[in-house]
């Protein structure tokens, strides 16, 4: 997903009020998704320049079931409720419709909240030499004869390609 700064959104956005054309148009002009545009509008309305600010968010499942209802009860569309609740992404109250759907209230609260650990567990370290089982060294070998296979058979086949291109068909 491309990320947008903030100041491209806002003179994005500034066209759109300013009239000079209507999100189909803004979006093409822009190389951009016609939704991005609808989606920073109704966010700049809504909470001004903050609303096209990035941010990180872990919502409670509570907030969720808030979000949702408010959505039913309004018969709002899932980027008009994204807007109203400053959520940034419109596509995450599908998700949660269809978690809600799927495995009820339970299902809203699962799952970790975040961004998964980037640091690696610390392992102990291997013991050091070349220990292999002859049944790890059989499918090594194997394993490199495959490879060969494959390589020989990829070339067989761009050589025949290469043939039949260079023949020149005759038609009666």
């Known amino acids: ?58 919502y409670s499942a509570q907030f969720k079931l808030q979000v949702l209802s ?34 009820g209230v339970e299902a809203l609260g699962s799952g970790k909240q975040g961004r998964p650990n980037m640091k690696p567990e610390q392992r102990c370290p291997a013991p050091p030499g070349p220990v292999m089982t002859d049944s790890a060294q059989t499918l090594r070998e194997e394993n490199t004869r495959l490879r060969a296979e494959v390589a020989y058979l990829k070339k067989l086949q761009a050589l025949i390609r290469a043939k039949r291109s260079a023949v020149p068909t005759k038609r009666v």
């Not at 209507?22 to 951009?32: D, E």
């Not at 994204?82 to 269809?98: K, T």
């Open 1 to 58: 997903m491309k990320k947008y700064q903030t100041e491209f959104k806002l003179e994005v956005v500034k066209s759109f009020l300013a009239g000079e054309g209507g999100a189909k148009l803004l979006a093409r002009r822009w190389s951009l998704p016609e939704e991005k545009v609808r989606t920073w509008v109704s966010h700049y309305r809504l909470h001004g320049i903050d609303g096209l600010r990035p941010k990180r968010s872990a």
């Open 70 to 103: 408010h959505q039913d009860r309004e018969q709002l569309s899932s980027r008009q409720v994204a807007a109203v609740y400053d959520i940034r992404n419109p596509n995450q109250v599908v998700v949660w419709r269809r978690k809600l759907d799927e495995g």
